[in-house]
């Protein structure tokens, strides 16, 4: 079946550090791709989203692009900011049963950047 | 604004005392779903609903029940709560089946003893 798989955490990193964020996807036809950011103590909210291959979603500073080559949709940021710690989820959408068309979840990536 | 509450956001409760969890949505949207976040296995939906009196299991359902009596609300009920069903809960709303977007609430954290 389908699924998402994103680098484990957690991310360190510095204030104006670059950022990436793996993630890697299995899937048949072509699913939209997707990245939500939990910020501690919020729900999740969706941070970008790319629809269909070499799609470019950018949001924030984020930037992620479709690569239907190499099945990625890697999450990146020139300059992180202390303000960006939070946990990214990188999900793909899926037709399930009864036609539920539902998001399938990577298990997430903790970023904490420091002062 | 547009939103998604969830009431109470915190929840210390005992075995088998039965519990409601509250989730409205303003947005006029048709399709809602309970999840349910958990260490290492991410978000897993428990149930969904496409639109008021339709309902239908999602990947981890047993425990669970839910109700759509209308479209802003769909509760989520533990008839009788065990620990393994200690976790964080996460109610979402989007505007209908075939739209990706999920718009969440800002979760329920449950305890059971």
């Known amino acids: 079946g389908n699924s998402v798989t994103q680098m484990e955490g957690p991310v360190t990193l510095s204030e104006e550090a670059f950022l990436t964020i793996n993630c890697t996807y299995t899937a048949t036809g072509y699913p939209s791709l997707f990245w939500y950011v939990q910020y501690p103590g919020e729900g999740l909210q969706l941070l970008l989203k790319a629809t269909k291959a070499d799609d470019k979603g950018s949001n924030k500073g984020f930037e992620a692009t479709y690569r239907k080559e190499t099945t990625s949709f890697h999450l990146e940021k020139g300059s992180v900011q202390v303000s960006d710690s939070a946990v990214y989820f990188c999900a793909l959408s899926d037709i399930g049963a009864g036609n539920n068309r539902k998001l399938i979840w990577g298990l997430g990536t903790s970023l904490a950047v420091n002062p | 604004e547009a939103q998604v509450t969830q009431n109470p956001r915190y929840l210390i409760t005992v075995t088998g005392k039965k519990l409601t969890v509250t989730c409205s949505q303003n947005?006029?949207?048709?399709?809602m779903s309970w999840y349910r976040q958990d260490p290492g296995l991410g978000l897993r939906q428990i149930y969904y609903s496409m639109n008021v009196e339709v309902t239908d299991k999602g990947d981890v359902p047993e425990g669970y029940k839910v109700s759509r009596k209308e479209k802003r609300n769909f509760p989520l009920i533990l008839e009788s709560p065990s620990p393994n069903q200690t976790s964080l809960y996460f109610c979402?709303?989007?505007?209908?089946?075939?739209?990706?977007?999920?718009?969440f609430g800002p979760g329920t954290r449950l305890t059971v003893l």
């Open positions: 947005m006029n949207h048709e399709y």
């Open positions: 979402a709303s989007r505007p209908g089946l075939y739209t990706d977007t999920q718009y």
